[in-house]
């Protein structure tokens, strides 16, 4: 799945960022140069999934938000290595895209974990598409549950 594939990956990059005590732009330059090539592979392994024809305009959906979310969190790497300050870094447009991204994506998230849910499991007869790749999909990409209301301060504590 791909939550497997990458949440050691991950969370090793986040532990290791939150062991810094003082952390400096530097060690947010690594953590999010690190977060965005992961970002961009799981995009590939969602635009691999073939979802049975009754999903489709779901997983496009969720396609089209997740290559938002990759386009907007690779300005936000791109910004991390041109500011001079943490204010500059935090006040930026690009934290704040990436943000309001992810907040839509905790709806998306949750109308899509309905609407699996909601399925009745006949529909996936037959078909090599599983709906947990998709749940699994959403959840690495968007982590359902586990976004931060205050995104920025995850970065500078």
């Known amino acids: 799945s791909i939550p497997s594939r990458y949440a050691e990956q991950f969370t090793a990059a986040w532990n290791d960022y939150l062991a810094v005590e003082d952390p400096t732009l530097d060690d947010l330059r690594m953590l999010l140069g690190a977060d965005a090539a992961m970002r961009r592979r799981i995009h590939a392994d969602i635009d691999a999934i073939e979802p049975p024809r009754h999903f489709a305009d779901t997983h496009t959906g969720f396609s ?3 290559a938002s979310y990759v386009a907007a969190n690779d300005a936000m790497e791109v910004k991390a290595r041109t500011v001079a300050t943490w204010d500059e870094f935090i006040d930026s447009s690009e934290l704040a895209a990436v943000t309001r991204i992810l ?3 905790i709806q998306l998230c949750q109308d899509m974990e309905g609407e699996l849910d909601s399925t009745d499991a ?3 007869e037959g078909t090599p598409w599983m709906p947990g ?3 699994s ?3 690495a990409a968007i982590g359902c549950d586990v976004i931060p209301e205050d995104y920025a301060a995850a970065f500078r504590r």
Do not use: E, N, P, S
Request: aromatic share 14%; proline share 0%; glycine share 6%.
């Open 64 to 66: 089209a938000w997740h």
């Open 103 to 105: 907040r839509d994506g």
């Open 122 to 124: 006949k529909a996936f």
């Open 133 to 135: 790749d998709l749940t």
């Open 137 to 139: 999909a959403v959840q």
